[in-house]
């Protein structure tokens, strides 16, 4: 398996109802970032979250890091239809120099907010 | 305040012809990041560059596979002979430099190019 797994692959939800995704990865990470990817579009940069944080809020986001279970969590509150989209974790090396420029994307979970 | 630029937006090539997919950073950066996007699979670095230098190109395929990021003009990434399995989308992103307050800092990402071989 690889670094930055999200899971389920696809979740699919009616509006208004909360929707939760899973990251997991394997490596030690400075941080860990969420970002969305509508269809056919770019990415979209959500959230970050700092290895020395445990929790972290945008609007409707909740982000959560474990770092001892090497995972985090993407809560999207009251969600509505133009939340569908995929969305990914990634995760940034820890360590200065080197290749800590570098992320590590997961496949990405499907987001469908059904009307 | 224009973003990350990336042209054309979808490009088609068939087996054999030579793919060049442009990046434009935004304002003021410096850093450019390429990454690919298989179907059904997340990003994967390819190729990072700062003016006039390629950083680490650890990511790209040995053969076919070239990036630049000259003084003036956009970042290029280029694929010679093109085959099918080739086709992806491909990310540019951009940073101001190495991001002060820890990597994947100030990354903004392009729409991408979607690249597809007939």
């Known amino acids: 398996s690889q670094q930055g797994e999200e899971d389920p692959q696809a979740l699919s939800i009616q509006e208004g109802e909360n929707a939760t995704m899973n990251c997991s990865y394997k490596?030690?990470?400075?941080?860990l970032q969420w970002y969305r990817q509508n269809s056919g579009r770019g990415l979209v940069h959500l959230i970050l979250?700092?290895?020395?944080?445990r929790e972290k809020h945008s609007g409707r986001l909740r982000v959560t890091l474990d770092t001892s279970k090497k995972s985090s969590s993407l809560l999207i509150t009251a969600s509505r239809a133009a939340d569908t989209a995929s969305y990914f974790c990634a995760t940034a090396p820890l360590g200065g120099g080197g290749s800590n420029y570098k992320l590590t994307f997961g496949k990405g979970t499907l987001l469908t907010v059904n009307p | 305040n224009a973003g990350v630029m990336q042209n054309p937006r979808h490009l088609v090539r068939r087996r054999g012809q030579e793919a060049r997919l442009r990046c434009s950073p935004m304002?003021?950066?410096?850093?450019v990041y390429w990454y690919r996007q298989l179907p059904e699979e997340g990003l994967k670095f390819m190729v990072y560059l700062q003016k006039e230098n390629i950083i680490d190109e650890s990511g790209m395929p040995k053969e076919r596979f070239s990036a630049e990021f000259p003084k003036e003009g956009p970042s290029i990434l280029r694929i010679q002979q093109v085959v099918r399995g080739d086709s992806a989308a491909y990310f540019c992103?951009?940073?101001?430099?190495?991001?002060?307050?820890?990597?994947?800092?100030?990354?903004?990402f392009g729409s991408g190019t979607r690249l597809t071989v007939v």
């Open positions: 992103a951009s940073s101001p430099g190495v991001p002060i307050r820890g990597p994947g800092y100030g990354y903004t």
């Open positions: 490596t030690s990470i400075n941080n």
């Open positions: 304002k003021g950066h410096s850093h």
């Open positions: 979250i700092r290895s020395n944080e």
